[in-house]
């Protein structure tokens, strides 16, 4: 877990870092200045709302899908392109591995923690955006991994937005693949979560 935060929160050298946290320490007394309240700590409340909005969409998609369009006919929302139909899943995300039911759980449980525990450096909205959609996704499959049948962390997750050609997922997968997408943008584009910019 030490060895992610490294990858992906920090600098690449002492130097980076100690020129990173004085850049840091520059915006947090401009910032402060013109608001009276700590950036960081903005950036924190933005991943936090962030992620739960998405959980909040993901949950309540979820409960509706299960009352509504389980053990009913699929709705064709465009013809036959798209349509929504009720999955369990038993797998990782677009239902690949549904032998590693386990396994995928304790992954979602430590991309949360490592996520909280690097949300006390972010200085980045971009990446607060980014990783509160991870958080948001992954706290969304991981509530039905412990809460739905066939048992606690062995749970299938709800999937239901089928496009043509293509796997069945949820709103919750839909978050962590913007966020992937996102911190892979941001990292191409040299910039850190601490708000530093680098250049290979």
């Excluded at 013109?34 to 998609?61: H, K, N």
């Excluded at 009913?72 to 039911?101: M, S």
């Excluded at 449980?109 to 955006?129: E, F, G, H």
């Excluded at 913007?178 to 910019?197: A, E, M, Q």
Aim: aromatic share 8%.
């Amino acid at each position: 877990m030490a060895e992610a935060e490294r990858i992906i929160g920090t600098p690449e050298s002492p130097d980076a870092g100690r020129d990173g946290q004085e850049r840091a320490d520059a915006q947090d007394a401009e910032v402060r200045e013109e608001t009276g309240r700590p950036p960081g700590r903005r950036r924190v409340l933005v991943l936090f709302a962030v992620a739960a909005f998405a959980y909040a969409l993901d949950l309540i998609s979820k409960m509706i899908v299960v009352a509504k369009l389980e053990h009913h006919e699929p709705i064709e929302v465009i013809g036959d392109w798209l349509r929504f139909e009720a999955i369990r899943n038993a797998g990782a995300a677009f239902g690949f591995g549904e032998a590693f039911t386990v396994i995928f759980t304790v992954i979602a449980a430590a991309v949360i923690v490592v996520i909280v525990r690097l949300a006390r450096k972010l200085y980045s909205l971009p990446w607060a955006i980014a990783l509160g959609l991870l958080l948001g996704g992954a706290l969304g499959n991981l509530t039905d991994r412990i809460f739905r049948s066939p048992g606690v962390f062995e749970g299938a997750v709800v999937d239901f937005i089928a496009p043509k050609h293509f796997a069945v997922f949820n709103l919750a997968d839909s978050a962590i693949v913007c966020g992937g997408i996102l911190i892979v943008l941001l990292s191409f584009r040299g910039l850190d979560p601490d708000g530093t910019v680098h250049k290979d």
